[in-house]
């Protein structure tokens, strides 16, 4: 009997300290800086391009705009300022806070800049300042996310990649729905400077934390003159690595066929036949709430099974995501076919998402935070977005929806494969990183299941 009571009482306590770290300050953090990280992108998106249409700009003018999210892929390249140059005066503050402050006041900046242009009056302008918004806005998820990876403890990487998601995903729709309502009220202008303010959160949060404790630990004080060091330092630190390559490999492959698969769904919908209404309750309301509780489970199961038994679930659930959306298009249309390929779809990105980003930032060296991470982030979606503006409409022509999707579930195989190979022979744990070390907990071990 008493061991029977024991054990119930390690089960609760083993759930309360799977829910425990949302509640901590550093998970919290992480939920205002993904808030502040949010915005400047849904600006730039939906907002800009609702804003160009009602001013009558043309189509295809509207649709050149995506150039200006071309900086977002691009940001590994100057990743490295924000680890190696130490700012003048404001310095002081700490690396990571001061950075978050001066950057944090240029995407406000850019913000009131986007908000007072005419692009009715000058285009190339308007162009131009969305641009430098996308700039800044770059800039700031390297300095966010490298606060955060940094603030984080490692067992609270799960679920504080899971906040960060939480805050990104109400950050981007709040600032958008503001610029919509204030925008209905009081014009576009307005609208722009009103939302400037969801830069503060991440600022406010830098400021009361104060400098990353972990960083405080591992990062030596640097001058200009080691800039080179600062330039070639993360490359060189992660290709020193056991399986290093290994792990360069399984970035670059193992979202492949999510990646093509994704940007694919309404032009499936569209064939099938479902109307806007249906895609608007589905896709949209049903496909937003699975992936809140994938979002969540992913953060669960993260602190109980451990990373990399986490990571190799999530793997194994994008695959069949995948296969999910064979099978509608095999039976064609059909609502409740439609909810249950969404709804799993975004489960299995909600709590990937969430896994993955742990173990990415878990790979990340304290020293050369912001441009490891960078570089990782950026190889982890280049492939597959080549991929898809490459070869996914002529691979539907060619095969068939049916097919096109059986590929990418083909696809998402060598990932899994490499990954539980690297799990089998050690590799994910020699190549990790001191972010996911250093500090309490430790991402290498596995939690008792």
Not at 31 to 45: E, H, K, Y
Not at 132 to 148: E, H, K, P, Q
Request: hydrophobic fraction near 55%; charge should be neutral.
């Amino acid at each position: 009997m008493a061991e029977t009571i024991d054990a119930g009482g390690d089960e609760r306590r083993s759930t309360w300290e799977s829910i425990k770290p949302y509640l901590e300050k550093e998970s919290l953090a992480s939920f205002f800086l993904g808030v502040s990280s949010g915005f400047p992108f849904a600006l730039l998106a939906a907002t800009l391009t609702t804003r160009l249409a009602q001013d009558g700009i043309e189509k295809s003018t509207v649709t050149a705009f995506t150039l200006a999210f071309l900086v977002y892929n691009l940001k590994f390249l100057w990743a490295w300022v924000i680890d190696g140059v130490r700012l003048p005066v404001i310095g002081r503050l700490g690396q990571r806070v001061s950075w978050m402050i001066v950057v944090g006041l240029l995407v406000m900046a850019a913000t009131v800049n986007l908000a007072l242009v005419d692009p009715s009056a000058d285009i190339v302008w308007t162009a131009t300042s969305a641009v430098l918004l996308g700039l800044a806005g770059a800039t700031f998820d390297i300095v966010i996310d490298a606060y955060r990876i940094e603030t984080l403890k490692p067992y609270q990487l799960g679920t504080g990649s899971g906040m960060s998601q939480y805050g990104w995903r109400i950050g981007a729709a709040a600032a958008g729905a503001l610029a919509l309502v204030v925008a209905a009220r009081m014009g576009w202008e307005a609208a722009y400077i009103a939302c400037a303010v969801f830069a503060l959160p991440a600022m406010l949060t830098a400021l009361i934390l104060g400098e990353p404790a972990r960083r405080k630990v591992v990062a030596a004080r640097r001058g200009m003159g080691e800039m080179w060091q600062s330039i070639s330092g993360p490359f060189v630190e992660f290709f020193r690595r056991n399986g290093a390559w290994l792990v360069l490999l399984f970035i670059l492959v193992h979202k492949i066929g999510d990646t093509l698969a994704n940007l694919t769904f309404r032009l499936l919908f569209d064939d099938l036949g479902f109307t806007n209404d249906e895609i608007a309750i589905y896709d949209i309301g049903v496909g937003f709430w699975a992936l809140i509780v994938g979002v969540f489970v992913g953060g669960i199961l993260y602190a109980r099974l451990g990373l990399k038994r986490s990571v190799l679930i999530a793997l194994i659930l994008m695959a069949i995501s995948n296969l999910s959306f064979a099978g509608l298009a095999a039976i064609g249309k059909s609502n409740l076919g439609m909810a249950g390929a969404i709804g799993f779809e975004n489960f299995a990105s909600g709590y990937g998402g969430v896994v993955v980003v742990a173990y990415f930032s878990a790979l990340c060296d304290l020293r050369f935070t912001a441009a490891q991470y960078a570089l990782i982030s950026a190889g982890a979606s280049i492939v597959g977005r080549l991929l898809t503006g490459t070869t996914a409409g002529s691979l539907i022509e060619t095969f068939g929806y049916v097919d096109f999707y059986l590929l990418t579930t083909v696809l998402a195989l060598p990932g899994i494969v490499l990954f539980w190979w690297m799990m089998r022979t050690g590799l994910v744990d020699a190549a990790m990183g001191t972010a996911g070390e250093v500090g309490e907990g430790d991402a290498r071990a596995d939690p008792p299941v």
